[in-house]
């Protein structure tokens, strides 16, 4: 059943799962009716009265049923959603931890990587990675990356030569201008460029690895499904694969392009990976997935438990996190709390 928490974002589509002894899963995904309308319509029919616990089965189920709607867009992320709330009720069945379902823990704590600008504040905080927005465009030409030259110089001198940079260009290049900013960006020792262009341009990632192998290249939010990841790591047009797991087909389809990535010898580092309880489990079971990433959306000198995004969720302490050990994904979420989606809510999308 597609729901939503009033004051948890109405863009956000959380999923449930319910057996026959009452005994409820939750899972999220994003972008709001349309997910949950393909939730609604297509998933749930398919999946009631099901096994639960047979996650891939249930997955392949509905990855078939879904290559009509569209496996790169709402259906891959409605997807996502359900299978994640799969995760959390296998957890809460069997009395585990998802990230002991994965297989169990690979490190004592998970190294994270702090996105924003607020430099000052993700230093006090503890963190020594740090990941800048873009603020530039194609079209802004030679102003626009002397620009970014000065932004990300300014950072990595206030930051350090230890410390690992990385820059956020979110879809915002093409080809030539990616050459570019990666030429420019060079004496900064980056540790990557990340989502130069957009998810579909395949071959212009092929095109930009060429001219610029020295600049490691992550990507992979915008791309969605096993298929779009298999073709960047059969290219080796990027360095480290970055799946979101409430968009790209969930926990399970995330640890298909692990695999992959594992295979090529690439790291996977989900999106916001550290800002879920979802890639959190996935962070800490995952061998290849060395950091994930804390977006610092919050303000300056608030605690970060004060704004903790969902109840029972671990928060970064030291620049590091460990996740919660309690079943499932740990999430402290009360039934209640759970209204039919499209039923209230705040509108906003993440
Ligand atoms: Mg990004």
């Known amino acids: 059943?597609?729901?939503?928490?009033?004051?948890?974002?109405?863009?956000?589509?959380?999923?449930?799962?319910?057996?026959?002894?009452?005994?409820?899963?939750?899972?999220a995904c994003s972008f709001g009716a349309p997910s949950a309308s393909v939730i609604e319509t297509v998933?749930?029919?398919?999946?009631?009265?099901?096994?639960?616990?047979?996650?891939e089965f249930l997955n392949d189920l509905m990855w078939r049923a879904s290559q009509r709607?569209?496996?790169?867009?709402?259906?891959?992320?409605?997807?996502?959603?359900?299978?994640?709330?799969?995760?959390?009720?296998?957890?809460?069945?069997?009395?585990?931890?998802?990230?002991?379902?994965?297989?169990?823990?690979?490190?004592?704590?998970?190294?994270?990587?702090?996105?924003?600008?607020?430099?000052?504040?993700?230093?006090?905080?503890?963190?020594?990675?740090?990941?800048?927005?873009?603020?530039?465009?194609?079209?802004?030409?030679?102003?626009?990356?002397?620009?970014?030259?000065?932004?990300v110089g300014d950072a990595r001198e206030m930051v350090g030569l230890d410390a690992e940079l990385m820059l956020n260009a979110v879809m915002s290049y093409n080809v030539e201008y990616a050459v570019q900013v990666a030429?420019?960006?060079?004496?900064?020792?980056?540790?990557?460029?990340?989502?130069?262009?957009?998810?579909?341009?395949?071959?212009?990632?092929?095109?930009?690895?060429k001219a610029v192998p020295?600049?490691?290249i992550a990507t992979g939010e915008d791309h969605h499904g096993r298929i779009a990841f298999r073709q960047l790591v059969e290219n080796r047009c990027v360095d480290v694969l970055q799946p979101d797991l409430k968009w790209c087909g969930g926990l399970s389809e995330?640890?298909?392009?692990?695999?992959?990535?594992?295979?090529?010898?690439?790291q996977t580092i989900p999106h916001g990976g550290a800002n879920s309880p979802f890639g959190q489990h996935f962070a800490m079971a995952m061998p290849e997935s060395l950091m994930a990433e804390f977006w610092l959306g919050s303000d300056p000198g608030v605690p970060l438990e004060e704004v903790r995004a969902i109840p029972g969720m671990a928060v970064p302490?030291?620049?590091?996190l460990v996740p919660s050990d309690a079943?499932?994904?740990?999430?402290?979420?009360?039934?209640?709390?759970?209204?039919p989606f499209g039923s209230g809510g705040r509108e906003y999308y993440q």
């Open 254 to 266: 995330a640890v298909k392009i692990y695999t992959l990535g594992e295979a090529a010898g690439l």
């Open 69 to 151: 709607l569209g496996d790169a867009g709402h259906a891959t992320v409605a997807r996502s959603g359900v299978d994640l709330a799969l995760w959390d009720l296998k957890g809460k069945l069997l009395d585990l931890p998802v990230y002991r379902l994965l297989g169990g823990p690979c490190r004592d704590a998970i190294e994270l990587y702090a996105t924003g600008d607020d430099l000052d504040w993700a230093m006090e905080l503890g963190f020594t990675r740090f990941k800048l927005t873009n603020p530039i465009h194609y079209r802004e030409g030679q102003e626009g990356l002397n620009r970014l030259e000065k932004k």
């Open 43 to 55: 998933y749930a029919p398919l999946l009631m009265g099901r096994d639960c616990l047979a996650t």
């Open 214 to 216: 020295w600049m490691p």
């Open 1 to 27: 059943m597609p729901g939503e928490m009033p004051g948890m974002g109405g863009g956000q589509v959380w999923v449930k799962v319910t057996v026959e002894d009452g005994t409820w899963g939750l899972g």
């Open 183 to 209: 030429e420019a960006l060079r004496p900064f020792q980056m540790r990557w460029l990340e989502e130069p262009l957009i998810p579909g341009d395949l071959e212009g990632h092929i095109a930009l690895k």
């Open 327 to 339: 079943p499932g994904f740990g999430m402290e979420i009360e039934e209640a709390w759970i209204e």
């Open 317 to 320: 302490e030291d620049g590091k």
